[in-house]
């Protein structure tokens, strides 16, 4: 059996999309892992399965590349949307995933906003393994918690080159105060409207942009009033916008960029 695919990229974030529209859908743990493997099969960050939906133009899926769901992609998001939006010409598609219902928008320059939804602060919805104030974790170096539909976990340092991810994020992902361990990032705040931002991703490694680990960084600086309502966020693979009010939805916008198309051996 082949499955057709397509490969996009946001800033480096790479993720493929598989349309099962009509279809059944294949994608298990398993396979999610062979087409996520770099040396024996297509390589991503997250794959994006492309299904029917009653109440918006498509359902989507989201698999990390070591075989485990994610109820959110920033980035994938917005590569489905771009590829609807140009097959029905338009300028903007409401997309479901486990996060509700997303609106994401046409830009200019190649770029697509999404509206990723309100950030969830309380602990139990983090989640945190016991009740605490999300803003200042009891953890070394002071860090903050969010969700954006996955866990995220920011510190804020004075250098971020001094920080190695690799290094420590696996630890981090991984600790007792996170039951469904998190994604960690390192923030450093270059003025009230510009960031440097370096990720470990939960499930993943270190990437060079993650559209979600960006809304949830900013959404940690804002609440420690370090930062404005308006953010450009850079990371190694390029700069995205972040915009969030204090109170509504996070809205992400930046480039996606089509790689190629091919079809992948299951069997």
């Known amino acids: 059996m082949t499955l057709p695919f397509t490969k ?22 398993e396979v999610a892992r062979r087409l996520g493997n770099r040396h024996t099969g297509i390589g991503f960050n997250q794959l994006a399965v492309v299904l029917d939906c009653e109440d918006a133009a498509a359902r989507v899926k989201f698999w990390n590349p070591n075989g485990t769901p994610l109820a959110t992609c920033g980035s994938a998001t917005r590569g489905v949307a771009d590829r609807l939006m140009h097959e029905t010409r338009s300028d903007s598609v409401v997309l479901r995933t486990d996060r509700g219902l997303l609106t994401c928008v046409r830009e200019a320059g190649r770029r697509v906003s999404v509206d990723m939804g309100a950030p969830s602060l309380d602990w139990a919805a983090v989640p945190l393994a016991e009740a605490m104030d999300t803003c200042t974790l009891p953890l070394a170096g002071n860090p903050a918690a969010c969700s954006m539909g996955n866990p995220h976990c920011t510190f804020f340092v004075a250098d971020i080159y001094a920080i190695d991810p690799a290094a420590v994020g696996p630890t981090l992902e991984v600790h007792p105060l996170f039951p469904a361990r998190t994604n960690v990032h390192f923030v450093e705040v270059l003025d009230r409207g510009h960031i440097r931002l370096r990720i470990w991703e939960r499930g993943g490694g270190v990437p060079l942009g993650s559209g979600s680990c960006c809304c949830g960084a900013v959404v940690n600086g804002i609440r420690r009033g370090l930062l404005d309502a308006t953010v450009q966020v850079q990371c190694d693979g390029g700069t995205v916008t972040v915009h969030w009010d204090g109170q509504g939805g996070v809205v992400l916008t930046g480039s996606v960029e089509p790689i190629m198309q091919g079809s992948a051996y299951l069997f």
């Open 8 to 29: 996009m990229h946001a800033h480096g974030d790479d993720f493929i999309i598989i349309d099962r529209r009509g279809l059944d859908d294949p994608v298990t743990p």
